[in-house]
């Protein structure tokens, strides 16, 4: 089983060692966005180890379409179908059912959908989103959950909670079972659960002191950066995350920049997953201690200073910024591949130093020092 080790603490902030059957994390972590087993910008899993990637995060829903969790199964796991032997998170599906909304039926035993690819109707409740992860054998199972819309109605969000909250009974009963089986390939998977409530804090409180009950490896705060305020969101990390077992790791979904990144540390977030470094790397947009670039730019035709002064990325090893902003003009994939590397490292590396804070003591200082310089958020 996992062990999860608090090795600092200053204030509500802390760094810890988590133990997996697949390796050990470092917290706070930043987990790179691999949606169909791959980080958009081609990028290789030889460069998530050169970029100090720790975990990798993939999509239940996006890997049940295509290749097919089953083809992953027969293949032998996530681990050796994208060739990563360090952890891997797979999200649970639930997230879909907040982005397709246009496309789903929620209903107590689960959820159907159809396919964005071609139409097709699937069906996915608590125990086919277990299914589904035992057969990609990820090291971390989220569990099956609704994400209602920040702005929702309280009258809507009540009975969505509730539901995930049962949704969540299941999902662990249904996980015993599986790794109980001869034929799982990972059968020390973790069961993450999730709390929701979309921005009614007390709602959230509530169903924080239900799912805590459980006893699960970890717990994650969902349903945020989807519309509402940063104010919001921190404002609900203040009332929840201390309601949850401060010995048992914490993952903020889907969040975030730089700048949420280091006010969730402070409110005891340990894991963090966030599209932005690869998709904005994508189009041109880099990350530095001092805020955004644009490299496509006018400003960058002649500059032959790498992104950031001092970064080791393989970017800013090498090539400049006049060279960088040609290929994306240029539309040659070299310049995507580039800034997602420089991106993703950047971030990697943000959560080194945030861990070196923590640990030495330093984390309220280093924490405003970055906010000053990150202007350009």
Known sequence: MAEYKIVAEEGRAKSATFETVH???????????????????????????????????SNTYHLHLRPGDEVVKKLGGLHKFMSW?????????????FSLADLRNIKEEGVTFRSHIDGHRIFMGPEESMQIQSNLASTIAMAFDECPSSVADRSYVRPSVERTYRWLVRCRKKMKELNAREDTINREQLLFGINQGAVYTDIRVEHAKMIRELDLPGYAVGGLAVGETHEQMYDILDHVVPELPREKPVYLMGVGTPANILEAVDRGVDFF??????????????????????????????????????????????????????????????????????NLWFYNHLMEEIRAAIREGRYSSYKKEMLGTLEGE
């Open 85 to 97: 032997n360090r952890p891997i998170l797979t999200d649970s599906g639930g997230f879909q059912v």
């Open 273 to 342: 997953d966030c599209v932005y470094p690869s998709r904005n790397g994508r189009h041109g947009h880099v990350y530095t201690k001092h805020g955004h670039l644009n490299l496509f730019n006018a400003k960058y035709e002649l500059d032959g200073r790498p992104i950031e002064e001092g970064c080791g990325c393989p970017a800013c090893s090498r090539y400049s910024r006049a060279y960088i902003r040609h290929l994306l003009k240029a539309k040659e994939m070299l310049g995507m591949r580039l800034c997602v590397l420089h």
């Open 23 to 57: 390796g050990t994390v470092e917290t706070p972590v930043f987990m790179n966005v691999g949606t169909a087993a791959a980080i958009k910008g081609a990028v290789s899993t030889e460069d998530l180890e050169r970029i100090g990637t720790q975990i990798e995060l």
